[in-house]
């Protein structure tokens, strides 16, 4: 299983809902990693995060979630960001927009704010007067996608069903199966995730059920 930042970003906001701290050792739980490649690779993806400021450690091994810097669009901005990176000098917006199918907008926001923050620089012009841009040797040398920060709105319309989720597998895997504490964690966290998606399955239907849309 390939171990992509945005797993790492999932599991880590679901874990870390309402600012709570949060280990390597539950991400890596939450993902089911068990392997010391897989659990470096996402070492190597907090750390990516921890630069864009997504996360803030606070000791050792221990860090927070930073909702204020998600990533919006993550996978188009990564989309233009290959383009950026990978374009010889002299392109417009208009040739990232046509080659990435990212829209006008979004693609001129972000090339933009990557101007702003030295990735890109703006060339001249081309013959219908379009701004030309070229990538900086800061570019070059980040492989990894660059994010502006977020807007402090929380668009994940499951993040308390992911946070539920992820608190049950966490006590399953750590706590005391026996412990009242624990059976009492376990049941508000079930009773979110019955409160959403509870009314969705009729009695009819328990027996077809099938799962769709898995991305993991």
């Known amino acids: 299983m390939e171990v992509t930042i945005e797993m790492v970003r999932m599991a880590v906001r679901a874990l870390g809902d309402g600012r709570k701290k949060i280990s390597y050792q539950q991400v890596y739980e939450a993902l089911g990693l068990e392997g010391e490649a897989q659990q470096g690779i996402v070492r190597a993806r907090i750390s ?12 050792r091994g221990i860090f927070i979630y930073n909702e204020t810097h998600r990533p919006r669009n993550a996978k188009m901005l990564a989309t ?8 010889k000098p002299g392109w417009t917006i208009a040739d990232a927009t046509m080659l990435t199918r990212v829209s006008y907008t979004h693609t001129l ?3 933009n704010w990557l101007e702003g923050e030295g990735y890109v620089r703006k060339q001249g012009k081309d013959a219908k007067q379009a701004n030309t841009y070229a ?3 800061k570019a070059q040398a980040s492989p990894e996608t660059p994010y502006p920060p977020a807007r402090k709105t929380n668009t994940d319309p499951f993040q308390k069903e992911r946070a539920a989720a992820a608190t049950i597998v966490r006590l399953m895997l750590c706590a005391d199966p026996y412990a009242k504490k624990t ?5 508000l966290a079930c009773q979110v995730l019955l409160d959403r998606f509870g009314k969705t399955i009729t009695p009819s239907e328990d027996d077809n059920i099938e799962v769709e849309g898995e991305t993991c």
């Open 48 to 59: 990516i995060m921890r630069k864009h400021g997504e996360v803030e450690f606070q000791e």
């Open 109 to 111: 926001r972000y090339v």
């Open 80 to 87: 233009v960001w290959r383009f950026v990176r990978a374009s």
């Open 135 to 137: 990538a900086t040797n």
């Open 183 to 187: 059976a009492r964690e376990i049941t």
